[in-house]
């Protein structure tokens, strides 16, 4: 009967809300948002990877530390906030936007689009044998990547 219930915590559904965006040197708590998505345009299949970032009064952010960046990762969190899966991506950058408005009482948002050249899985807790392979999946992707650098 343990096991059982142990086998039923395990299936707890990920949330929206509970998930970290790494995006170079900004504060992890500046993201309000983010979106991958997926599309097919002139028959090539391309990954999109949106997001925004808050702007306070002690954190401007410096659309140069985001622009340059190549590497994104995006974390699911557990109901304690461990890491439990999520993304490593390669990216390259596409757009940026900032809207001021006097009309618009809202937050100051910064808004980015990145185009995600690879997306590799960071781990998972399927079974003991399926974890090894996606690890070892992502560690020959992350050598491949070397040698293209």
Same mark, same amino acid.
């Given at each position: 009967?343990?096991?059982?219930?142990?086998?039923?915590?395990?299936?707890?559904?990920?949330?929206?809300? &509970?998930?970290?965006?790494?995006? $170079?040197?900004?504060?992890?708590?500046?993201?309000?948002?983010?979106?991958?998505?997926?599309?097919?345009? @002139? $028959?090539?299949? %391309?990954? /999109?990877?949106?997001?925004?970032?808050?702007?306070?009064?002690? %954190?401007?952010?410096?659309?140069?530390?985001?622009?340059?960046? &190549?590497?994104? /990762?995006?974390?699911?969190?557990?109901?304690?906030? #461990?890491?439990?899966? *999520?993304?490593?991506?390669?990216?390259?950058?596409?757009?940026?936007?900032? @809207?001021?408005? %006097?009309?618009?009482? $809202?937050?100051?948002? #910064?808004?980015?689009?990145? %185009?995600?050249?690879?997306?590799?899985?960071? #781990?998972?807790?399927? *079974?003991?044998?399926?974890?090894?392979?996606?690890?070892?999946?992502? /560690?020959?992707? /992350?050598?491949?990547?070397?040698?293209?650098?």
């Amino acid at each position: 009967m343990a096991e059982k219930i142990s086998e039923f915590k395990l299936q707890e559904p990920l949330r929206t809300n &509970r998930w970290l965006l790494k995006v $170079g040197k900004v504060p992890a708590w500046l993201v309000r948002s983010t979106n991958l998505e997926t599309f097919v345009e @002139k $028959g090539k299949t %391309y990954t /999109k990877l949106n997001f925004s970032l808050l702007n306070t009064v002690d %954190y401007t952010i410096v659309p140069d530390d985001v622009i340059q960046l &190549r590497k994104i /990762k995006l974390e699911f969190l557990d109901p304690v906030g #461990h890491v439990i899966n *999520g993304y490593d991506m390669n990216v390259e950058f596409e757009k940026m936007s900032l @809207k001021c408005d %006097y009309s618009d009482d $809202g937050l100051l948002t #910064h808004e980015f689009v990145f %185009y995600v050249k690879n997306l590799n899985q960071l #781990h998972t807790n399927v *079974g003991e044998e399926s974890e090894k392979e996606i690890v070892e999946k992502y /560690k020959n992707n /992350k050598k491949k990547e070397e040698v293209r650098i």
